[in-house]
């Protein structure tokens, strides 16, 4: 199994994002899909999950402004960026566990995707 992230770049204060993460491989069905982010001398931290049937929850500090979804067809979550803050500067990975297509229990980190909000 392996996670692919995408859309991490430079983004102005009060600006947008949209960041991808499609999983892909030896897969039989997605449990929970999530986001981290992890700033420079920070541990890494829980941004926002969603479940199966698209419950959702976020940290307090992106509550209004990230929205988490899910495409369950094609394997994907996204990440959508709204009013970003130079705080929100830092790698974002996404994470995914489920179960292979031999009943295995996986429990994925994707690579790391850099998001960096300056003007």
């Known amino acids: 199994v392996q996670l692919q992230a995408s859309g991490g770049g430079l983004v102005q204060p009060g600006g947008s994002l949209r960041l991808s993460c499609a999983a892909s491989?030896?897969?039989?069905?997605?449990?929970?899909m999530s986001w981290y982010r992890q700033a420079p001398g920070n541990q890494r931290e829980l941004v926002a999950f969603?479940?199966?049937?698209?419950?959702?929850n976020y940290q307090d500090s992106v509550k209004g402004r990230f929205a988490i979804s899910r495409d369950n067809a094609k394997n994907t979550v996204y990440l959508q960026m709204n009013s970003v803050r130079p705080e929100d500067t830092a790698v974002y990975y996404c994470?995914?566990?489920?179960?292979?297509?031999?009943?295995?229990?996986?429990?994925?980190w994707g690579q790391g995707t850099l998001v960096t909000v300056s003007s």
């Open positions: 994470n995914a566990d489920g179960l292979t297509k031999r009943s295995i229990r996986f429990d994925y």
């Open positions: 491989g030896d897969i039989f069905s997605i449990n929970s």
């Open positions: 969603i479940t199966p049937d698209s419950n959702t």
